[in-house]
């Protein structure tokens, strides 16, 4: 298996709701990644993991709640959010380092278009 | 933060032309990768360059990293209509900053068959 499989591809919620969006991979990656993508825009990294551990946070807001319970999967808790959080939600891979995330070259899954009402 | 500049923002060709598009940084890179994404669907993963002055080929598809690693390039021979797409380079700078790669804004490839 070669490839990150995210669920749902498609998401309409209103502004109260709680919603997750799922990333699942089998290629034994250590490093797992959220990016969001405004249309027409490059991907913004939002959250990464390093086995298993939070790394990086780029200044999320709080209505954004990344989990990873397992090493192939990573999860992104959704709740009260805004109109403009309206997006592609991309999560992806690499391989990893013991020491923390490296530059390496990512595997992205097909993403989730999520529409906020 | 790091900042990548990266032109044209828009190009449109005939099928048959040739493509190039451009990343500049202020700063010196660790790496450089690029990325496809076709319309409706995810980044993919093209080639990653490490060394100062790298070229590398991949079919009709040459990567140059320039030799202070600051600046990079794609360039495409003969497009074609399966070249459609937007190309993102992603900047690593390493150090403290491994795994925060900061994507250009993208140039969109337009193809006429």
């Known amino acids: 298996d070669t490839e990150v499989t995210q669920t749902p591809k498609h998401l309409v919620m209103g502004m109260t709701n709680k919603k997750s969006l799922k990333c699942e991979q089998h290629m034994g990656h250590r490093a797992m990644y959220w990016y969001k993508q405004k249309a027409k825009k490059p991907p913004e990294l939002m959250f990464v993991?390093?086995?298993?551990?939070?790394?990086i946070n780029e200044s999320v807001p709080s209505r954004f709640s990344p989990e990873c319970p397992n090493s192939s999967l990573l999860n992104l808790h959704l709740h009260a959010l805004q109109p403009e959080d309206s997006a592609l939600y991309l999560c992806?891979?690499?391989?990893?380092?013991?020491?923390?995330?490296?530059?390496?070259?990512?595997?992205f899954g097909s993403g989730t278009q999520l529409s906020v009402l | 933060g790091q900042q990548v500049m990266q032109i044209p923002q828009y190009q449109h060709v005939q099928e048959g032309e040739d493509f190039t598009t451009y990343c500049n940084s202020s700063t010196t890179l660790s790496n450089i990768q690029w990325y496809k994404q076709r319309p409706g669907g995810h980044p993919v993963f093209l080639i990653q360059l490490v060394k100062s002055g790298e070229v590398k080929k991949q079919k009709r598809l040459t990567f140059q990293f320039g030799e202070a690693k600051k600046n990079s390039s794609l360039h495409i021979t003969a497009t074609q209509t399966t070249d459609v797409g937007t190309y993102f380079c992603?900047?690593?700078?390493?150090?403290?900053?491994?795994?925060?790669?900061?994507f250009g804004q993208g140039t969109i490839l337009t193809v006429h068959p």
């Open positions: 992603a900047a690593g700078a390493g150090g403290t900053s491994y795994g925060k790669l900061t």
């Open positions: 992806a891979s690499s391989q990893g380092r013991i020491g923390g995330p490296t530059d390496e070259k990512l595997l």
């Open positions: 993991y390093s086995y298993e551990k939070l790394s």
